[in-house]
Protein backbone atom coordinates (compact mmCIF):
# COMPACT_ATOMS: atom_id res chain seq x y z
CA UNK A 1 0.00 0.00 0.00
CA UNK A 2 1.46 3.36 -0.44
CA UNK A 3 1.83 6.14 2.02
CA UNK A 4 -1.00 8.89 1.43
CA UNK A 5 0.05 12.06 2.19
CA UNK A 6 -2.45 14.96 2.71
CA UNK A 7 -0.72 18.61 1.52
CA UNK A 8 -2.49 21.81 3.40
CA UNK A 9 -2.31 24.80 1.63
CA UNK A 10 -4.29 28.48 1.52
CA UNK A 11 -2.98 30.20 -1.33
CA UNK A 12 -1.28 29.39 -4.96
CA UNK A 13 -0.30 26.23 -4.47
CA UNK A 14 2.52 25.77 -6.23
CA UNK A 15 4.56 23.94 -3.83
CA UNK A 16 1.24 21.84 -3.74
CA UNK A 17 1.40 21.19 -7.70
CA UNK A 18 5.21 20.33 -7.33
CA UNK A 19 4.78 17.88 -4.60
CA UNK A 20 1.78 16.17 -6.75
CA UNK A 21 4.02 16.12 -10.19
CA UNK A 22 6.89 14.68 -8.08
CA UNK A 23 5.29 11.63 -6.74
CA UNK A 24 3.13 11.03 -9.76
CA UNK A 25 5.23 8.33 -10.97
CA UNK A 26 6.03 6.80 -7.52
CA UNK A 27 5.28 3.26 -6.27
CA UNK A 28 4.86 4.29 -2.30
CA UNK A 29 4.00 7.38 -1.53
CA UNK A 30 1.02 9.33 -3.40
CA UNK A 31 -0.85 13.19 -2.69
CA UNK A 32 -4.05 11.57 -2.08
CA UNK A 33 -6.02 14.88 -0.51
CA UNK A 34 -4.98 18.57 -1.20
CA UNK A 35 -6.96 21.07 2.04
CA UNK A 36 -7.59 24.32 2.24
CA UNK A 37 -8.94 26.53 4.85
CA UNK A 38 -9.76 29.18 2.55
CA UNK A 39 -12.67 28.09 -0.72
CA UNK A 40 -11.48 30.66 -2.86
CA UNK A 41 -7.66 29.49 -2.95
CA UNK A 42 -6.30 29.02 -6.16
CA UNK A 43 -4.44 25.76 -5.26
CA UNK A 44 -7.76 23.89 -5.04
CA UNK A 45 -7.99 24.94 -9.18
CA UNK A 46 -4.66 23.60 -9.20
CA UNK A 47 -5.90 20.48 -7.42
CA UNK A 48 -9.05 20.34 -9.63
CA UNK A 49 -6.21 20.07 -13.09
CA UNK A 50 -4.14 17.83 -11.26
CA UNK A 51 -7.00 15.91 -10.60
CA UNK A 52 -6.33 15.41 -6.77
CA UNK A 53 -9.12 15.18 -4.39
CA UNK A 54 -9.66 18.09 -2.51
CA UNK A 55 -11.59 19.44 0.53
CA UNK A 56 -12.44 23.07 1.82
CA UNK A 57 -12.03 23.05 5.77
CA UNK A 58 -12.89 27.08 6.98
CA UNK A 59 -11.06 28.11 10.09
CA UNK A 60 -14.00 27.27 12.49
CA UNK A 61 -13.95 23.67 11.78
CA UNK A 62 -10.38 22.97 12.33
CA UNK A 63 -10.86 23.28 15.86
CA UNK A 64 -13.59 20.25 15.61
CA UNK A 65 -10.90 17.36 15.81
CA UNK A 66 -13.76 15.16 15.46
CA UNK A 67 -15.06 16.39 12.25
CA UNK A 68 -11.25 16.66 10.77
CA UNK A 69 -9.44 13.24 11.79
CA UNK A 70 -12.93 11.92 10.21
CA UNK A 71 -12.13 13.21 7.30
CA UNK A 72 -8.12 12.56 7.29
CA UNK A 73 -9.06 9.26 8.05
CA UNK A 74 -11.68 9.14 5.35
CA UNK A 75 -8.64 9.36 2.62
CA UNK A 76 -6.60 6.85 4.74
CA UNK A 77 -3.97 9.80 5.50
CA UNK A 78 -0.45 8.93 6.80
CA UNK A 79 1.44 12.16 6.57
CA UNK A 80 0.86 15.30 6.63
CA UNK A 81 2.70 17.99 4.38
CA UNK A 82 1.85 22.27 5.38
CA UNK A 83 2.95 24.03 1.81
CA UNK A 84 2.05 27.78 2.31
CA UNK A 85 -0.73 26.83 5.32
CA UNK A 86 -1.46 30.24 7.34
CA UNK A 87 -3.75 28.26 9.98
CA UNK A 88 -2.00 27.01 13.37
CA UNK A 89 -1.86 23.26 13.69
CA UNK A 90 -3.86 22.36 16.53
CA UNK A 91 -2.73 20.05 19.18
CA UNK A 92 -4.93 17.22 18.85
CA UNK A 93 -3.47 17.08 14.83
CA UNK A 94 0.06 16.84 16.74
CA UNK A 95 -0.96 14.10 18.51
CA UNK A 96 -3.23 12.66 16.20
CA UNK A 97 0.21 12.45 13.43
CA UNK A 98 3.30 11.94 15.64
CA UNK A 99 6.62 13.06 13.60
CA UNK A 100 4.60 12.90 10.22
CA UNK A 101 3.62 16.87 10.15
CA UNK A 102 5.85 18.84 8.49
CA UNK A 103 5.87 22.19 7.45
CA UNK A 104 8.10 24.09 4.59
CA UNK A 105 9.31 27.79 5.99
CA UNK A 106 10.86 30.53 3.07
CA UNK A 107 13.78 31.67 5.60
CA UNK A 108 16.43 30.88 7.55
CA UNK A 109 14.91 29.49 11.05
CA UNK A 110 15.27 30.75 14.02
CA UNK A 111 15.38 34.28 11.91
CA UNK A 112 12.20 35.47 10.32
CA UNK A 113 9.66 33.07 11.94
CA UNK A 114 6.53 33.19 13.98
CA UNK A 115 2.75 34.71 13.71
CA UNK A 116 2.53 36.95 10.83
CA UNK A 117 5.61 36.19 9.09
CA UNK A 118 4.41 34.01 6.34
CA UNK A 119 4.88 34.84 2.12
CA UNK A 120 5.99 37.65 1.15
CA UNK A 121 6.30 39.73 4.51
CA UNK A 122 9.09 36.95 5.25
CA UNK A 123 11.06 38.76 1.90
CA UNK A 124 10.46 42.12 2.66
CA UNK A 125 12.30 41.72 6.34
CA UNK A 126 15.25 39.89 5.26
CA UNK A 127 15.52 42.83 2.37
CA UNK A 128 14.96 45.18 5.49
CA UNK A 129 17.45 43.61 7.26
CA UNK A 130 20.41 43.90 4.40
CA UNK A 131 20.77 39.78 5.16
CA UNK A 132 23.19 38.48 3.10
CA UNK A 133 21.77 35.40 2.76
CA UNK A 134 18.24 33.85 2.79
CA UNK A 135 16.88 29.92 2.49
CA UNK A 136 14.16 27.59 3.37
CA UNK A 137 13.92 25.69 6.82
CA UNK A 138 11.87 22.44 6.29
CA UNK A 139 10.46 21.53 10.21
CA UNK A 140 8.71 19.22 12.28
CA UNK A 141 5.67 20.75 13.35
CA UNK A 142 4.96 21.55 16.92
CA UNK A 143 2.63 23.60 19.22
CA UNK A 144 4.50 26.69 18.40
CA UNK A 145 5.04 28.98 15.26
CA UNK A 146 7.91 28.03 12.83
CA UNK A 147 9.01 26.28 16.17
CA UNK A 148 9.61 22.53 15.90
CA UNK A 149 12.72 20.50 15.33
CA UNK A 150 14.82 21.38 12.22
CA UNK A 151 14.87 18.88 9.26
CA UNK A 152 17.33 20.99 6.73
CA UNK A 153 17.84 24.06 5.54
CA UNK A 154 19.09 25.18 1.94
CA UNK A 155 20.48 28.86 1.29
CA UNK A 156 20.60 31.53 -1.21
CA UNK A 157 22.52 34.32 -1.48
CA UNK A 158 20.81 37.70 -1.30
CA UNK A 159 22.79 40.38 -3.51
CA UNK A 160 22.26 43.78 -2.05
CA UNK A 161 20.18 44.61 -5.15
CA UNK A 162 18.06 42.12 -4.52
CA UNK A 163 14.07 43.11 -4.08
CA UNK A 164 12.11 40.94 -2.32
CA UNK A 165 10.91 39.55 -5.62
CA UNK A 166 14.35 38.41 -6.33
CA UNK A 167 14.72 37.19 -2.96
CA UNK A 168 10.73 35.31 -3.16
CA UNK A 169 12.42 34.19 -6.65
CA UNK A 170 15.19 32.54 -5.29
CA UNK A 171 13.70 31.03 -2.49
CA UNK A 172 10.56 29.19 -4.73
CA UNK A 173 13.54 27.87 -6.67
CA UNK A 174 14.95 25.95 -3.72
CA UNK A 175 11.71 25.15 -2.35
CA UNK A 176 10.59 23.37 -5.72
CA UNK A 177 14.00 21.94 -5.97
CA UNK A 178 14.62 20.11 -1.90
CA UNK A 179 11.09 19.99 -0.80
CA UNK A 180 9.51 16.58 -2.22
CA UNK A 181 12.76 15.08 -1.85
CA UNK A 182 12.70 16.07 2.04
CA UNK A 183 9.73 14.64 2.16
CA UNK A 184 10.46 11.62 0.80
CA UNK A 185 13.36 11.37 3.19
CA UNK A 186 11.47 11.93 6.64
CA UNK A 187 8.46 9.48 4.87
CA UNK A 188 11.51 7.09 4.18
CA UNK A 189 12.58 6.92 7.92
CA UNK A 190 8.79 6.41 9.01
CA UNK A 191 8.21 3.46 6.73
CA UNK A 192 11.42 1.75 5.73
CA UNK A 193 10.96 0.31 2.42
CA UNK A 194 12.54 -3.08 2.04
CA UNK A 195 14.07 -2.35 -1.60
CA UNK A 196 14.84 1.11 -1.25
CA UNK A 197 12.41 2.18 -3.70
CA UNK A 198 10.27 4.65 -4.35
C1 LIG B 1 5.90 29.34 0.21
O1 LIG B 1 6.98 30.17 -0.10
C2 LIG B 1 6.02 28.81 1.62
O2 LIG B 1 7.35 28.62 2.03
C3 LIG B 1 5.38 29.91 2.41
O3 LIG B 1 4.27 30.30 1.65
C4 LIG B 1 4.61 30.14 0.25
C5 LIG B 1 3.45 29.44 -0.42
O4 LIG B 1 3.61 29.48 -1.82
N1 LIG B 1 5.01 29.48 3.72
C6 LIG B 1 5.04 30.30 4.77
O5 LIG B 1 5.34 31.47 4.69
C7 LIG B 1 4.64 29.65 6.10
N2 LIG B 1 5.02 30.47 7.20
P1 LIG B 1 2.76 28.52 -2.74
O6 LIG B 1 1.29 28.65 -2.28
O7 LIG B 1 2.93 29.03 -4.14
O8 LIG B 1 3.28 27.14 -2.55
Not at 64 to 69: H, N
Not at 70 to 93: E, M, N, S, T, W
Not at 141 to 164: F, H, M, W
Request: aromatic residues 10%; neutral net charge; charged residues 25%.
Amino acid sequence: MKKRIAILASGSGSNAENIVRYFSGSENIEVALIISNKSNAYVLERARLLKVPALVIPKEEFSDSDLVLAKLRAYQIDFIVLAGFLLHIPDYLIQAYPGAIINIHPALLPRFGGKGMYGDHVHKAVVAAREKESGITVHYVNELYDAGTIIRQEKCRVDPSDTYMDVAHKVHELEYRFYPRIIEDVMKQLWPLENGKS
